[in-house]
């Protein structure tokens, strides 16, 4: 079946610009993970949706970012005021059920804030 | 914050030879998974190995798990052209959802 879609691949935005990330989770999928990967960074997490609501938002890095996720399916990562340190590749990933433990990766928004 | 240290942060080899990767982590986890990377775009997940089991095989993949010593390895046996790629280890802790990755080690195999 299909797997996990992002769009758009490539993002250039001037800095003080929103942008928004959109993840189409694999079918069925109930659980749902935001990472970012940056030079010097390495992978981080972001967020975690189970079903529409998010126990753990613990990585947003700063009240610029939220997420959301409408029906148990597609979420979208927003950066409002983008600032050149945003500039990354945004991975979601989803997963089966909570306690699935693997998680199955689409291929990335690679956004640049110039 | 990476949880996570891999070792080496680059290797390269022979096609044919094989390759160790190792990983070190730093809190108690239920599971430790390896993830690989080609050109910076989707992980593609390799293996998972539970916080009680100690070795496990999958096709020319081999990880081992020391809890003890809280560090994993991945060896890949004869290795292949196709095989270059970074490769990245990650672990999920008790009660946690999210994966904490490792700074993964940029694997290149010379033909």
């Known amino acids: 079946g299909a797997g996990v879609s992002q769009s758009p691949s490539n993002k250039v935005t001037e800095k003080g610009k929103d942008v928004e990330l959109r993840c189409d989770p694999i079918?069925?999928?109930?659980?749902l993970y935001w990472y970012r990967q940056s030079l010097g960074q390495g992978l981080e997490f972001l967020i975690y949706f189970q079903g529409n609501s998010a126990p753990d938002k613990s990585g947003l890095p700063s009240d610029r970012f939220s997420a959301e996720r409408t029906g148990g399916s597609v979420s979208t990562l927003t950066i409002q005021r983008t600032q050149q340190e945003d500039s990354a590749v945004y991975l979601c990933?989803?997963?089966?059920?909570?306690?699935?433990?693997?998680?199955?990766f689409g291929p990335g928004t690679r956004l640049l804030v110039l | 914050s990476q949880q996570g240290e891999e070792d080496p942060q680059a290797l390269s080899i022979q096609e044919g030879e094989n390759a160790t990767m190792n990983c070190s982590y730093k809190t108690s986890i239920n599971n430790l998974q390896w993830y690989r990377q080609n050109s910076g775009r989707g992980l593609v997940h390799l293996i998972l190995i539970r916080s009680n089991e100690r070795e496990k095989h999958s096709g020319r993949l081999r990880v081992t798990l020391d809890t003890s010593k809280k560090s994993s390895s991945l060896l890949i046996t004869a290795s292949r052209a196709a095989d270059t790629a970074s490769y990245f280890c990650a672990t999920r802790s008790q009660g946690a959802q999210k994966l904490v990755f490792g700074q993964g080690t940029r694997l290149t195999i010379n033909p």
């Open positions: 079918s069925g999928h109930t659980a």
């Open positions: 990933a989803s997963s089966s059920e909570t306690g699935q433990e693997t998680q199955y």
